[in-house]
């Protein structure tokens, strides 16, 4: 048995999130079925971890076991992205270890969240639309809060079958692009619906709803209740992973 890490990219809007899910179509079950067809034996893969219903990958990692080795990997990538939508693109695969494992062995992850500030129909899919006042400099002195604690229970989906809140923040930024707002954030894990959370209270801070002092009552309350609403999910990309090896 032969392992193999693929790096891809994809537009979330027309699927249910990465995972496989009865009546929906997720991109696993998309990438499953065309590694199957091209590779003439029955492909599982296992991603490095959930994107929800409409959120986007600048770049995913998954890996996959075959039986036979492959020997010409950029053929392969040719003929995958031949038979593959237009909104999901195979870009590299190499082989691996065994013990390789695109989920558990990723040490870090960053995401990034788009807010557009002015109208734009090129960018109704792939950013938050907002064009009121928001304090930035109030929104980043929260956001360094974050690295000071590691239970994150009020910015998680309830009732979650993760063992622990727990997560170590290294980065959490906002930077004006152009006419976006982008939020940076990278950590060792995150848990479902935390980044779409974390930037929700965010929103509250600069728009003067919450203060630096609620916010991190909001942290220490370990209350999803208490944190901001989840902002729109199309809004929201995963733009790297990162492995020791």
């Known amino acids: ?52 219903t409409g959120v986007h990958a600048l770049f995913y990692i ?16 040719f003929h995958l992205n031949r038979f593959l939508p237009d909104d999901i693109a195979i870009n590299k695969i190499w082989k691996v270890e065994n013990e390789m494992h695109a989920r558990f062995s990723a040490v870090s992850r960053t995401y990034k969240y788009f807010i ?16 009121g006042f928001l304090d ?14 590691n239970d994150f229970t009020s910015f998680s989906k309830l009732h979650t079958d ?16 152009d006419k976006q707002l982008v939020f940076s954030i990278k950590a060792d ?8 959370a974390i930037v929700g209270t965010l929103l509250d801070v600069g728009k003067g709803k919450t203060t630096i002092e609620d916010f991190k009552k909001i942290i220490e309350s370990k209350d999803r209740g208490a944190a901001g609403t989840s902002v729109p999910p199309q809004g929201l990309f995963l733009v790297d992973i990162e492995y020791n090896a």
């Open 1 to 52: 048995m032969f392992r193999y890490f693929l790096q891809l990219s994809y537009k979330g809007t027309r699927y249910f999130g990465w995972q496989i899910q009865p009546n929906a179509v997720s991109v696993q079950e998309v990438l499953e079925k065309t590694l199957s067809t091209v590779l003439r034996e029955s492909v599982a893969v296992v991603g490095a971890g959930r994107t929800d």
């Open 62 to 77: 998954l890996h996959f076991d075959v039986l036979n080795e492959i020997t010409e990997s950029e053929k392969l990538v």
């Open 116 to 131: 557009s500030t002015e109208k734009n129909p090129f960018k109704a899919e792939t950013s938050f639309l907002y064009t």
């Open 136 to 149: 930035v400099d109030k929104m980043n002195e929260a956001a360094r809060i974050l690295f000071y604690y």
């Open 162 to 177: 993760v063992k622990t809140n727990n997560c170590k923040i290294y980065e959490a930024a906002w930077k004006q692009e």
């Open 189 to 196: 894990r995150f848990l479902r619906n935390m980044v779409r």
